[in-house]
């Protein structure tokens, strides 16, 4: 038989029986695409074998169906706990995309030949296990990144992606992409084959096992009754030399003591933006629109227009962004470019060249000022779309039918639009699935955002008290989507995956205010059997709760669901014993609590207007009277921190708790003569911190804040000022004139002129007085 | 004049300072292809400037740490553009314009110092007032500036601190670097910039804003910022290199800092300039002052006169001690608080490698 056509692209010895055509790749390669392209128009294959998971079957038909466009990605997934993923994303220029398309355009078979998912996301697993073991220090030789190192620097260029694109991707005549490749590729394995089997064994046997593997497909293919040399094998570049047909390939024996997982597999609209950002897979991925670009050139033939295109296009989003660059300066950043091109012996300027230029042209020699336009530019925000009818994940499903049901469609939309919620019962509608529609949207956006899919953002309502409303903005994006397809791994429905998340996190929960948001999620989120799950596990951790502030802040949020939790048609009557539980030892914990220092001093007061708060709104299930009594205990002692007790002691005012002769009795005793000033102001400024009015109506108590202030030394003086300084900085201007009126009146000066002096500025002798104090030595304060 | 009597002057240009490095590498270089005027093609220039190999003879590295830089220098004046080099006080932007220079024209002494006294006349021409009155306008009456000389000669001018100039005087290159003509009415002439011909100027960062530069001048430099030595090794490296070179031209009389000490001294510097220790652990007050890199060098070969000419001629902790003093209490009193405050606060706990520097750092801030 003659062959004339593969002769002219294989490399293959020529008394060797008639191999297939093995072409090497890079993944999102620009230029492998366009060379296998041209391989494939001059061989005319009737198969061709993509290294791929096998087990994609349809979906790789579907891969390039109409309506689809890249980036899209087929993703595998175990459907069992503990989920683990392989991703496989495709761009337009990826060579097994073209491949793909290549042979629908010409009815060619077409098939991915590497290791079904079920096997490979098994051994992933078993890799895992026994790395450790590998001596430590020798680690990075093996990822090759060392060596990648040394061949960049070797060809002076600055790192391996500059020497990668100016060696492979910028030359276009034939065959020297597959030659070249193939060549440095059996290079750098007999290079780091040996290492890799001393080192890595676990992923030297997997090769092998995918490469026997492979082989095996290779032949199955011949079987099929395809001639070897009408069949294109694609693979990596690494692999491409340990597909030769002459070694052996996998037994039907061996195949089946592979170990396997249940997997299953879906398509998903992927993004330039997760392409480059996921720099595990493939290469040559940091910049995916650029490529794109410069596959859009070769194919038009018209690679030496690329750094215009690209430059141009960074200037003009700078020029968007406002930052005016010249057409002028394009053309000296094109001249630069190829410049550092020639410098390298290079055809054309690399990303790298492309960039530095544009830093220094458009920059000025800032990267910080072309940065984002760079960004928008190399990555772009271009987003994959996969039609209507082609294999979706069953949460994608459920979400599309959730939506139909809550009258939600029309916001899947990219713009942006208001969504104002009323969960109370509507009473004029009929059924109840219209009584109740706004709950149950608000029901589904939340469950939306507890699993990260960023379709809903939930404004805060300005009427902190109307809990039966909200504001929510909805916004659709092809991200979102993807969101979506990703919480397939956390359950077949919204409802599943949701309850999946928030019981994980339940688990790893170890404080009790988490596990009382949770319950206020779970229960946001209509899923009443996480929220028990939820109340069991505060019930456990409440046992060892020993922080003031988080037992305040917990009995907080569970007063508040308790409030409001009808409005959600929830059960809340579980949470009452753990908030009485809770309280009690907040109750009992507030003497010890309270004597600490006054940096913490400021949550403590958090934290008691909170427990204050919660016994006021739930008087009948929580015993204020306890709470009352330990609130005047701490007012009462002398060996906590004053400024709480003071604060204690704002609150038996406000309650009535405490008449005006104890007030008096105690305003005398905290700020008697010889009680250190600072001990003396913190007290007051701890009084000052509630219901000013309270205070300001008192004029007794002003009375005796004069008389403990003129029985002041100098030093002590000046001590109690900066407290007294702190206490007040918080009043308002209006309540400020108001005692400074007050103490006019006991001093018996005339209101006005009183008022009128501190409206004045101050003059330069004040201010030097008053700077003194800056300097004022405080000691250990 | 002579060779002979050249080599005793107090500063060697990079021309003459490495006059063998650049003779090796022309040789090595003959065959390649060279830009019209450049008398060593682009990859030569960038073995000159970042080190290598021509023949036999080793070159060494003038520029450390970061060669994508130089290349993007190189580049740029391989498209005839003007450059421009930006950077903090000390970060050699005067040494590699003249080092490229150097390598690629072969001369870098046609230079303008940018002060505030720099006029038009300085950029472009001037007359010999005597011959002017006496014969009028005339080829031998002009005074050409060093911009002009390069312009005929197709070489390269260096313009130094450019931001220090006068906005006006700025402008004036405006036209030269766009038109690559100056025009001499007075000659009824205009000079045509030969090939190969272009300026490398320097500004530095600190003088933000003394003479903002315009956008319209901006636009036709091509601006490189130089950074700060990224790590402590390049830097000390980059030290030990130059006192190395600086001691050998001045016949210091005494005995190399060792690594040590370099090192010492190094990161003393870095800690006062980025204000963190260099574990980031505790934060340090930075001096008024500039605290550069080359503050550094200068502060070495400073402490080496004193040990040579004063001391035994080995290098002692009482010499860096000085040294350090003079670099870092430049006039103010504060100078003295902050670096009394990084000696007892951070110095003080180094241990006992440091303990005699600190002693003698104490006694010397008084």
Redesign the interface.
């Known amino acids: 038989m003659a062959k004339p056509v593969q002769r002219l692209y294989g490399d293959e010895r020529v008394s060797e029986a008639s191999q297939p055509h093995y072409f090497g790749i890079r993944h999102l390669s620009p230029a492998g695409s366009y060379h296998l392209l041209a391989l494939l128009n001059a061989v005319k294959p009737t198969a061709i074998l993509i290294e791929g998971p096998s087990d994609a079957g349809d979906l790789a038909a579907q891969l390039t169906s109409r309506g689809v466009v890249p980036p899209v990605a087929l993703l595998a997934y175990t459907d069992q706990l503990p989920v683990r993923t392989l991703l496989y994303p495709f761009a337009d220029y990826s060579p097994e995309y073209q491949a793909l398309k290549w042979a629908g355009r010409n009815h060619c078979h077409a098939e991915f030949i590497d290791l079904p998912t079920s096997i490979s996301l098994a051994l992933a697993d078993r890799r895992r296990v026994p790395q450790a073991e590998a001596p430590s220090g020798e680690e990075p030789q093996l990822q090759g990144g060392g060596l990648y190192n040394r061949i960049a620097e070797l060809s002076g260029e600055p790192d391996y992606e500059a020497y990668w694109e100016r060696h492979f991707e910028h030359h276009l005549e034939p065959d020297v992409y597959r030659r070249s490749i193939l060549h440095y590729s059996n290079e750098m394995r007999s290079l780091t084959e040996d290492d890799e089997l001393r080192l890595a064994p676990q992923e030297s046997a997997y090769n092998e096992i995918r490469e026997s593997y492979m082989r095996r497909k290779i032949h199955e293919a011949i079987m099929q009754g395809h001639l070897p040399e009408k069949i294109v094998v694609l693979s990596g570049a690494h692999h491409t030399s340990a597909l030769a047909l002459s070694l052996p390939s996998m037994t039907d024996a061996e195949l089946a003591k592979l170990p396997r997982v249940s997997a299953k597999m879906t398509l998903m609209p992927y993004s330039y933006y997760k392409l480059s950002s996921h720099s595990g897979y493939g290469a040559g991925n940091q910049a995916p629109a650029y490529f794109e670009l410069m596959w859009r050139c070769m194919q038009d033939g018209e690679l030496a227009s690329l750094p215009a295109l690209y430059l141009s296009s960074v200037a003009a989003r700078m020029r968007e962004e406002g930052t005016w660059r010249s057409t002028a300066s394009v053309i000296e950043a094109v001249r630069m470019a190829d410049a550092l091109a020639a410098m390298h012996d290079g055809v054309r300027p690399t990303w790298r060249d492309l960039r530095d230029a544009a830093t220094v042209l458009f920059g000025h020699g800032e990267l910080s000022v072309v940065a984002e336009a760079l960004a928008r530019t190399d990555i772009g925000t271009a987003i994959g779309r996969l039609p209507e009818g082609v294999s979706q994940t069953p949460v994608q499903d459920d979400l599309n039918r959730e939506l139909k049901r809550l009258k939600l469609e029309k916001y899947k939309s990219l713009v942006a639009a208001d969504l104002e919620l009323d969960l109370r019962e509507n009473r004029r509608v009929k059924s109840e699935e219209s009584a109740y529609l706004d709950l149950n949207r608000s029901v589904l956006l939340h469950r939306l955002a507890a699993l990260g899919i960023r379709f809903a953002r939930k404004q805060t309502v300005r009427q902190s008290d109307a809990t039966w409303a909200e504001h929510w903005v909805l916004q659709w994006s092809p991200e979102a989507e993807i969101e979506t397809v990703e919480s397939t791994l956390k359950g077949e429905t919204v409802e599943l995956a949701t309850a999946y998340v928030l019981h994980e996190e339940l688990l790893a929960c170890t404080d009790i205010a988490e596990a009382a948001k949770l319950i206020r999620r779970s229960c946001e989120c209509g899923l009443p059997q996480v929220m028990g799950q939820a109340t069991s596990a505060l019930q456990r951790l409440a046992v060892d709760a020993g922080s003031f502030e988080g037992i305040a802040g917990t009995v907080h949020e569970l007063s508040v669901m308790l409030q409001y939790g009808t409005i959600r048609r929830v059960d809340t009557e579980p949470l009452v014993p753990i908030m009485q539980q809770l309280f009690l030892r907040g109750s009992l914990m507030l003497q010890e609590a309270a004597g600490c220092n006054d940096d913490a001093a400021a949550g403590m007061i958090e934290a008691i207007h909170l427990l204050n708060t919660a016994a006021q709104e739930h008087y009948e299930q929580l015993d204020a009277a306890l709470w009352v009594e330990q609130l005047r205990l701490l007012a009462e002692r002398d060996d906590r921190n004053a400024k709480l007790s003071g604060y204690a002691f704002s609150i038996l005012l406000e309650r009535n708790a405490a008449g005006e002769d104890e007030c008096a009795k105690e305003v005398a005793r905290r700020l008697s003569p010889g009680i250190p000033a600072d001990i003396g102001a913190g007290w007051f400024e701890g009084i000052s911190m509630r219901n000013r009015y309270a205070l300001l109506s008192r004029s007794y108590l002003w009375r005796q804040l004069d008389e403990y202030i003129a029985s002041l030394e100098a030093e002590p003086f000046k001590r109690s000022l900066v407290f007294l300084r702190r206490a007040f900085g918080s009043f308002e201007p209006r309540e400020k004139a108001a005692i400074a009126e007050m103490m006019g009146d006991l001093w018996g000066v005339d209101a006005e002129s009183a008022g009128a002096r501190l409206q004045q500025p101050l003059n330069e002798e004040e201010k030097e007085s008053l700077d003194e104090l800056n300097d004022f030595d405080f000691g250990d304060l | 004049m002579g060779m002979d009597q050249k080599q005793n002057v107090l500063r060697l240009s990079a021309e003459k300072l490495y006059a063998h490095e650049l003779e090796a590498l022309r040789e090595a270089d003959k065959a390649a292809e060279k830009p019209a005027g450049w008398q060593l093609s ?2 030569a220039v ?1 073995t000159f400037i970042t080190g290598g190999q021509a023949g036999e003879t080793v070159i060494t590295p003038k520029y450390i740490g970061n ?2 830089l130089v ?2 220098a ?3 004046l ?2 005839d ?1 003007a450059l ?1 080099l ?1 950077g903090e006080p000390g970060t050699a932007k005067s040494w590699l314009s003249e080092n490229l220079t150097a390598a690629i024209h072969g001369d870098s002494s046609k230079v303008v110092q940018g002060t505030a006294g720099t006029s038009e006349e300085h950029v472009r021409y001037s007359w010999n007032y005597a011959l002017l009155l006496a014969q009028g306008p005339s080829d031998q009456a002009l005074i050409r500036s060093p911009i002009l000389r390069a312009m005929e000669g197709g070489g390269i001018a260096r313009f130094e601190e450019i931001s220090r100039c006068a906005s006006e005087v700025q402008d004036a290159l405006i036209s030269i670097l766009s038109e690559k003509t100056i025009s001499i009415p007075e000659l009824g002439r205009e000079v045509s910039a030969e090939r190969g011909f272009s300026i490398i100027a320097t500004a530095n960062t600190r003088d933000r804003g003394v003479n903002e530069m315009s956008a319209a001048l ?2 036709r430099f ?4 130089l950074p700060a030595p990224s790590s402590i090794e390049t830097e000390i490296d980059i030290v030990r290199r130059r006192v190395g070179e600086i001691s050998a031209s001045y016949e210091l009389r005494a005995s190399q800092p060792d690594e040590e000490a370099i090192r010492k001294v190094v990161t003393i510097f870095r800690e006062l300039r980025s204000g963190v220790t260099l574990d980031g652990k505790e934060k340090v007050k930075s001096p008024s002052g500039v605290i550069s890199t080359a503050e550094a060098i200068s502060l070495l070969t400073g402490s080496m006169a004193l040990a040579g000419s004063f001391g035994s001629g080995e290098l002692t902790d009482e010499d860096v001690a000085a040294g350090l003093q003079g670099a870092i209490v430049k006039d103010d009193v504060k100078d003295q608080q902050v670096w009394k405050e990084y000696l007892d606060n951070i110095m003080k706990k180094r241990g006992s490698s440091w303990r005699s520097l600190y002693s003698a750092c104490t006694e010397m801030n008084g």
Do not use: H, S
């Not at chain 2, 091509?222 to 910022?225: F, G, K, T, Y």
């Open positions: 682009p990859r960038l060669k994508r290349e993007m190189i580049a740029t391989l498209t553009r421009l930006i901006k636009r091509n601006i490189l910022v």
